[in-house]
């Protein structure tokens, strides 16, 4: 987690940090509660997952199933990636579940409401979409592309399947954006089958426009393509660079004309 390392505990960007990584949650809570779960809508993740199987045990809320699949997902990711696995991505899928579980409480009047996930009780009925739901799959998509990309921005993640494809990078050349889209889209088409078609195409539509705005939201934090580092030990650095980040090394030869020293550009 290179950029928790250089900012003082308790700094105003430790705390800025923080709580950008809360509110990414708390909207991506939201956005599943008040627009996606209700209307069994599944943009894939484990919470696309969580809605499919709310829907054959209405008894588990959506959250409760996040805490099933993310709690393992964690240990194992621990377990692979030891201490380099952030403290930031851990809070906020512990997090994530509980403001889900939390929100769907307020928001229904009853247990049996939300067992049903009925929109027309949720909130006494004023965001009740059932009519619209284009509508009801662009406004939760915005509001799970927003929240995924405020968390994304802090170098956290919210947990899930994230942690599939990061584990799909480290043993194989598949990168961590075509593993998520496989996963996601799997889980996706999913909701066609078990939903009805209607239902499915509007999954698979709130899985792009998620994407498209997350990377809206953090396109501005990868405009660098490259870095450049000037060693006297290309051959270590190099080393470390592909076996640990897994990032490709073009090694240049370069002179510093002050001193005139011939050193390496990689």
Same mark, same amino acid.
């Given at each position: ?18 709580? !950008?990584?809360?509110?990414?949650? $708390? ?36 959250? $409760? ?12 990711? !621990?377990?692979? /990636?030891?201490?380099?696995?952030? &403290? ?19 928001? /229904? ?8 996930? @009925?929109? &027309? ?6 965001? @009740?979409? =059932? @009519?619209?739901?284009?509508?009801? &799959? !662009?406004?939760? &998509?915005? /509001? ?17 399947? @994230? #942690?599939?494809?990061?584990? /799909? ?6 990168? #961590? ?46 405009? =660098? ?24 090394? $073009? ?7 002050? $001193? ?7």
């Amino acid at each position: 987690d290179i950029k928790s390392l250089t900012q003082p505990v308790f700094s105003l960007k430790w705390w800025s940090s923080w709580f !950008f990584i809360l509110l990414g949650c $708390t909207l991506l809570a939201a956005g599943y509660v008040f627009f996606i779960s209700p209307y069994n809508i599944v943009p894939g993740g484990i919470y696309g997952a969580s809605i499919v199987l709310h829907n054959i045990f209405p008894n588990i809320q959506v959250g $409760t199933f996040g805490y099933m699949f993310d709690i393992p997902l964690l240990i194992l990711a !621990f377990l692979i /990636f030891g201490s380099k696995f952030g &403290s930031r991505t851990i809070v906020a899928a512990l997090y994530t579940p509980g403001c889900m579980n939390i929100i769907t409480k307020l928001s /229904f009047p009853n247990e049996e409401a939300m067992h049903t996930l @009925d929109p &027309s009780q949720m909130l006494g009925g004023i965001l @009740d979409l =059932s @009519d619209h739901l284009m509508l009801a &799959s !662009f406004i939760g &998509s915005v /509001f799970l592309g927003v929240g995924v990309g405020l968390v994304v921005k802090e170098q956290a993640t919210t947990g899930g399947t @994230d #942690i599939v494809a990061m584990i /799909f990078k480290k043993y194989t050349n598949l990168d #961590i954006g075509k593993a998520l889209f496989c996963t996601d889209f799997l889980i996706a088409s999913a909701a066609g089958v078990v939903f009805g078609m209607e239902t499915g195409l509007f999954s698979l539509l709130g899985l792009l426009a998620k994407a498209l705005v997350v990377d809206s939201v953090i396109e501005n934090i990868y405009l =660098s393509k490259y870095f450049t580092i000037i060693t006297s030990k290309p051959v270590e650095v190099s080393e470390v660079i592909m076996r640990e980040l897994r990032h490709g090394v $073009t090694a240049l030869e370069g002179k510093g004309m002050y $001193t005139g020293n011939v050193k390496t550009v990689l």
